[in-house]
């Protein structure tokens, strides 16, 4: 079993940054692909960010290129996501995700644990 924590949501003003963590626990995640998911109020859960379990490939959902970054740190056993330009629409619980495959993925379905979230609210 793996336990996911995220962290290092709160409330912004459009145009900030800020940087999630997710912090591993129970087995290590070096070999499973990660992945960031968010779910605004009313709205389905949507694909932002994935990265391979090396952290050389990864993909991004077209909101969220050129402003936000996956990264990982295998010996710390975390998965990060840098948020630049924030605006009100990215406002919504953040969600860490690990599939058990060392290939990245979009689809939340291929994932099988779960954090509980963080909430990032953007004012404007």
């Known amino acids: 079993q793996v336990q996911l924590v995220e962290s290092g949501g709160g409330l912004v003003q459009t145009g900030d940054s800020l940087r999630l963590s997710c912090a591993a626990s129970?087995?290590?995640?070096?070999?499973?692909?990660m992945g960031w998911f968010r779910q605004a109020p009313g709205k389905e859960r949507e694909f932002v960010a994935t990265i391979d379990w090396s952290g050389l490939t990864t993909y991004y959902a077209d909101s969220a290129k050129g402003r936000f970054t996956i990264s990982r740190d295998n010996a710390k056993n975390t998965v990060y996501l840098q948020m630049t330009s924030l605006k009100p629409e990215d406002t919504a619980v953040y969600y860490c995700a690990a599939r058990i495959s060392s290939g990245p993925s979009t689809q939340s379905t291929m994932y099988v644990y779960w954090g509980q979230g963080t909430q990032v609210t953007v004012s404007s």
């Open positions: 129970g087995r290590t995640i070096s070999m499973y692909a």
